[in-house]
């Protein structure tokens, strides 16, 4: 018996296995400290399983998996998954990298300073230049803090939503570097946009996640085998989203400055990177 690789929780294990299962490769899944490691039982299977595991590591919601799970899924097979609180405290660990998390709760415990009593002195801290007196050109940081200021509950919830679910998969599957980059040119430059078509006064992360969003998916396209996609109708979502922008139907102040800024920063950046050639 031959162990291949560790995949991080039993959930991606059982599916990978009931897959290889479909490709006729015996194997089975060894519990360890950080994950669950997959054991090939004949070494003739070793490469093809080899090749496989790397392919699922890319795209483990591929639905040629779900479907290997309905065809050759074992109900007796029995795994400790843990409770259900632990399952999704580990999945959304798993699902993001260090400069999306730290980013997901700097956000977090200023939108609770904010609403436990703090909020002019966030304010003062961390808006834009001019937004508050005595602001200038000097607080360079100000070009960037207001991306970490939300107003509302729905505000904050739709952007980190989509922070973590597509900022967690480029950092998981192409690094940080290109994460960084995009959180700090896209914090930036769409808020000397948004400041220039309404004045200082605005804040939020939509700038960044819109940056995320055209950079997944331009990149999903251009260069398929980086692991990154984002579907059609998530992409389509987020236009409406834009266009109803500049109507009045959401009933609240938008940023459509930052998110068309956004936008251009995260598609500009999928060109430059898909350019690159794949690392085989």
Known sequence: MI??????????????IDYLKGLNIQCNAVQHAQGVGIVIIHPEDEQQARQE?????????DSKYLQASWDNGDTS???????????????????????????????VAVFAGMNLGFAD????QLSFFVAVPQSD?????RLFTPSLMHFSAMHIIFNL???????????????????????????????IVQFYLSGPHF???????????????????????CGIQLPQAYMGFMMVWLVLGFTDLLGMPIANGAHIGGLLVGLAQALFDSRKQPQI
């Open 3 to 16: 162990e291949i690789g560790q995949l991080p929780n039993a959930r991606a294990a059982q599916a990978f």
């Open 53 to 61: 595991l790397l392919q699922f590591a890319k795209n483990p919601y």
């Open 77 to 107: 097979a029995q795994f400790n998954y843990g409770s259900g609180t632990q399952g999704l405290v580990q999945q959304f660990l798993m699902g993001a990298g260090p400069l999306t998390l730290i980013t997901f709760f700097i956000c």
């Open 121 to 124: 002195a966030i304010y003062t």
């Open 137 to 141: 050109i000097s607080q360079i940081w």
């Open 161 to 191: 939503l989509w922070w973590w679910y597509l900022g967690g998969k480029i950092e998981n599957k192409i690094g940080t570097r290109p994460l960084l980059f995009l959180l700090l040119v896209a914090g930036t430059l769409p808020s």
């Open 203 to 225: 804040g939020g992360l939509s700038g960044v996640v819109y940056a995320v969003v055209g950079y997944t998916w331009l990149m999903g396209i251009r260069q398929p085998h």
